[in-house]
């Protein structure tokens, strides 16, 4: 069996790791990599996001290990919350001792009164998980910007990822008692050299087929093979395995019924941006990541590059990236490239983390499909289109052709079971 793998992203790139058949990569950019590839700019690297290595399964987190060698950095989480001129430690209800006194009291006492109705969107979660005002404090604004969506149009089918912390926790935490939330990821591994994009590298064997530079345009099934075309040159497979955008897939497929066209064109996705500031002095080393609920600054994450590497910047430098989601037509996406680069600037400078003149290189890397949306809608039109491609024969795999909100960890886990399971399959 020849296997076509069409998306050369974490995903498509690990299948082809573990596969024990005849296969070839198609990646439309000229390298692959996708959300995981890490760019450079005189002498300061940067990923597309704050990418970790961690995982809930231990099968991962030894394979990163057995890929990366001695080409990682071990970590331990400093991730902050920005909110009102101060530091709150992250998770926020494991940080607000923090606060205010009387802040402090109204996030406990809330969490504890807390008599929400049972929640049908996220906004509802926000206030019937953590109470009104860790609520509306920090979990509503945030959510709000990453998503670029008001929490009340947002489901619920992601929120599994967002942990319930102990009762005691968020007392200890009012109490100004040390405590940790999220402890899964409160360890993680990067690599020393490369970014995040070493990891890619590393699953790239001499033998592997990898093709860049081939967008695919359309996709037919013959009698018993697919053929796959760029426009230029065909390419024959016994398989396929989607691991490229469902919305540009669904484009190359012929005759497709309009009900999977329509589900799929109405899935919500948000564009990513990525600003990369470099200054000319070390202030940005000590948090691996900001959170900024704040509505008046940009950006809602900014990472320390050089915390994860000091591969990944010049000596005495730092450099931070500042994530931005964006759609067309909410005026930030259509901001050119040094607009949206002046704009972080002058935000982070306005509320003092970084000091504006101090900046000796900046860069900025869009990538259109960012983070899968769980609106409302998310459900019924993402059980439309795996029902479709289940049909035909067409299997799906990855974050943008599930569509599903996953990180690199569970793209490898998948990209493993699939392949484990086509190993077994296809050789009976």
């Given amino acids: 069996m020849k296997v076509g793998i069409l998306g050369g992203g974490i995903t498509g790139i690990a299948i082809q790791h573990f596969l024990r058949h005849p296969s070839e990569v198609l990646e439309a950019e000229t390298t692959p990599g996708g959300l995981c590839r890490t760019f450079f700019k005189d002498g300061f690297g940067y990923d597309i996001g704050g990418h970790i290595l961690f995982s809930k399964h231990e099968i991962i987190n030894q394979l990163v290990e057995k890929l990366l060698g001695e080409n990682i950095n071990h970590c331990k989480r400093n991730n902050k919350i920005y909110y009102n001129g101060r530091f709150v430690k992250y998770p926020f209800e494991n940080g607000i001792g923090a606060l205010d006194k009387h802040e402090a009291y109204d996030c406990l006492i809330d969490y504890l009164k807390n008599d929400f109705a049972k929640p049908t969107n996220l906004k509802e979660w926000c206030y019937y998980t953590f109470g009104k005002s860790i609520a509306e404090k920090y979990l509503i604004p945030y959510n709000d910007k990453i998503w670029n969506l008001s929490s009340e149009q947002l489901s619920l089918e992601w929120?599994?990822?967002?942990?319930?912390?102990?009762?005691?926790?968020?007392?200890?935490?009012?109490?100004?008692?040390?405590?940790?939330?999220?402890?899964?990821?409160?360890?993680?591994?990067?690599?020393?050299?490369?970014?995040?994009?070493?990891?890619?590298?590393?699953?790239?064997?001499?033998?592997?087929?990898?093709?860049?530079?081939?967008?695919?345009?359309?996709?037919?099934?013959?009698?018993?093979?697919?053929?796959?075309?760029?426009?230029?040159?065909?390419?024959?497979?016994?398989?396929?395995?989607?691991?490229?955008?469902?919305?540009?897939?669904?484009?190359?497929?012929?005759?497709?019924?309009?009900?999977?066209?329509?589900?799929?064109?109405?899935?919500?996705?948000?564009?990513?941006?990525?600003?990369?500031?470099?200054?000319?002095?070390?202030?940005?080393?000590?948090?691996?990541?900001?959170?900024?609920?704040?509505?008046?600054?940009?950006?809602?994450?900014?990472?320390?590059?050089?915390?994860?590497?000091?591969?990944?910047?010049?000596?005495?430098?730092?450099?931070?990236?500042?994530?931005?989601?964006?759609?067309?037509?909410?005026?930030?996406?259509?901001?050119?490239?040094?607009s949206m680069i002046e704009k972080v600037a002058n935000d982070l400078d306005r509320i003092n983390l970084i000091q504006k003149q101090d900046i000796i290189v900046s860069d900025i890397t869009r990538m259109k499909y960012g983070y899968p949306v769980y609106d409302l809608n998310y459900t019924k039109n993402t059980k439309i289109f795996k029902e479709y491609f289940s049909s035909i024969d067409v299997t799906l795999c990855g974050r943008f052709a599930e569509f599903d909100y996953i990180n690199s960890d569970e793209c490898l886990r998948r990209a493993m079971v699939l392949s484990t399971h086509w190993n077994e399959s296809l050789q009976t």
């Fill in 159 to 338: 929120v599994d990822r967002i942990p319930k912390p102990p009762v005691d926790d968020v007392v200890k935490s009012a109490m100004g008692i040390e405590t940790e939330g999220y402890l899964h990821q409160l360890f993680f591994k990067y690599p020393k050299i490369g970014g995040m994009e070493a990891l890619v590298r590393c699953l790239i064997k001499q033998e592997s087929n990898v093709t860049c530079n081939f967008r695919v345009k359309s996709i037919r099934r013959m009698k018993h093979e697919w053929a796959v075309s760029d426009g230029q040159t065909t390419k024959h497979y016994d398989k396929i395995i989607v691991a490229f955008p469902i919305h540009e897939a669904i484009h190359c497929f012929e005759n497709i019924p309009s009900t999977v066209k329509s589900a799929v064109e109405n899935l919500r996705y948000n564009t990513i941006n990525i600003a990369m500031l470099g200054v000319n002095n070390e202030s940005l080393l000590d948090k691996s990541a900001i959170y900024i609920p704040d509505r008046d600054v940009v950006t809602h994450r900014i990472c320390y590059m050089g915390y994860f590497s000091k591969q990944l910047i010049k000596p005495g430098t730092s450099s931070l990236i500042a994530e931005i989601t964006t759609n067309p037509g909410d005026t930030i996406h259509e901001l050119s490239n040094a």
